[in-house]
């Protein structure tokens, strides 16, 4: 059953030199217990994917399409509509966690004020000592070491690794349908980043809570997901089952970002990297938008930018395919 349906989904920004879009007639549909990996370079649209779903971009951000939750078109919803869904109906795991923490205000009582407002909103009577039972139980679910002490911390005292996992806790603790993960392990040592993509996997599979995971690593979103959704300049470029896009990606700018994969054997030469830089979206180029950086460019690229097809299950934006 699908949880959360996007359809044509576009976003602009109002500057100074006028309106610009960011996220191109996206579409994407999420089912429940769904983990879907968001890939791209800096500069793709991925975080603004996961923005526009919460609904927390910038003032001088505009919407058009659908975002369907369960049925409701978020983008009709006013706001005091959406804090009805926004934290314990879809939550957010920002980039750099510490941020989504006050930092004067000790860690457990921060999840302690959150689960009140779950519980209000449930129209739920529950006990101080029952709140702070049930925050202690989950860091030691999270193999936190010493909750009690955890609790009693402020974000600053925490390394970047428990601070990951305070917010976590505040994920399985408010039971969200659907949980965005923009960039989770970008500010935390690579060798932690193993922990949290088995966290995250393990409340999917515990809770039953969807994921949408923004990286820019697609051997994380490979470890990661069952489904990989491919970015480039706000547009989708292939879409399809994790498997069958790593072993055959179809699209070049795929096959680029899976060459870039550095290998384990010395022996396999100098890492590739995929050439050019990503295109601003103030100068965006005619035809294809990968294509003043593709090695198989042919002439209509340049000319007419192609539409998605469905080739084997998937969905890809290439000429080759038309």
């Not at 976003?11 to 996220?23: A, H, S, W």
């Not at 429940?32 to 990996?37: L, R, S």
């Not at 409340?203 to 990286?215: V, Y």
Request: proline content about 6%; glycine content about 6%.
């Amino acid at each position: 059953m699908v949880l959360l349906q996007i359809r044509n989904l576009n976003v602009y920004y109002n500057t100074l030199i006028g309106k610009v879009k960011i996220l191109n007639d996206l579409n994407l549909d999420v089912d429940y217990g769904d983990i879907v990996g968001v890939v791209g370079e800096s500069g793709s649209g991925k975080s603004t994917l996961g923005y526009a779903i919460a609904k927390i971009l910038p003032p001088n951000a505009s919407m058009t399409g659908e975002i369907l939750f369960e049925g409701v078109n978020l983008l009709n919803l006013d706001e005091k509509e959406m804090q009805k869904y926004r934290g314990t109906q879809i939550f957010m795991v920002f980039q750099n966690a510490l941020n989504s923490l006050n930092p004067v205000k000790k860690v457990g009582f921060q999840l302690e004020e959150a689960l009140k407002i779950k519980y209000q909103k449930m129209g739920k009577k529950v006990s101080e000592d029952e709140i702070y039972k049930e925050v202690i139980d989950v860091f030691k679910d999270l193999r936190l070491p010493d909750p009690e002490v955890i609790y009693e911390r402020y974000p600053h005292q925490l390394s970047g690794g428990q601070i990951q996992r305070v917010i976590i806790a505040m994920a399985l603790l408010l039971r969200p349908k659907l949980l965005i993960a923009d960039e989770p392990t970008s500010a935390i040592d690579v060798t932690l980043q193993a922990q949290v993509v088995n966290l995250f996997k393990q409340i999917n599979q515990e809770a039953k809570i969807s994921i949408i995971f923004i990286t820019h690593d697609i051997s994380l979103a490979y470890a990661m997901s069952n489904r990989i959704l491919v970015l480039y300049a706000g547009r989708i470029m292939e879409e399809g089952n994790t498997e069958e896009i790593i072993k055959d990606p179809m699209h070049p700018y795929t096959q680029g970002l899976i060459a870039s994969i550095p290998k384990v054997s010395k022996s396999s030469g100098k890492l590739y990297s995929i050439p050019g830089l990503p295109p601003s979206f103030y100068t965006l180029p005619a035809g294809c938008k990968f294509h003043p950086r593709c090695p198989k460019v042919m002439p209509i690229c340049k000319e007419k930018e192609p539409q998605e097809v469905h080739v084997n299950n998937r969905r890809v934006r290439c000429w080759l395919y038309e």
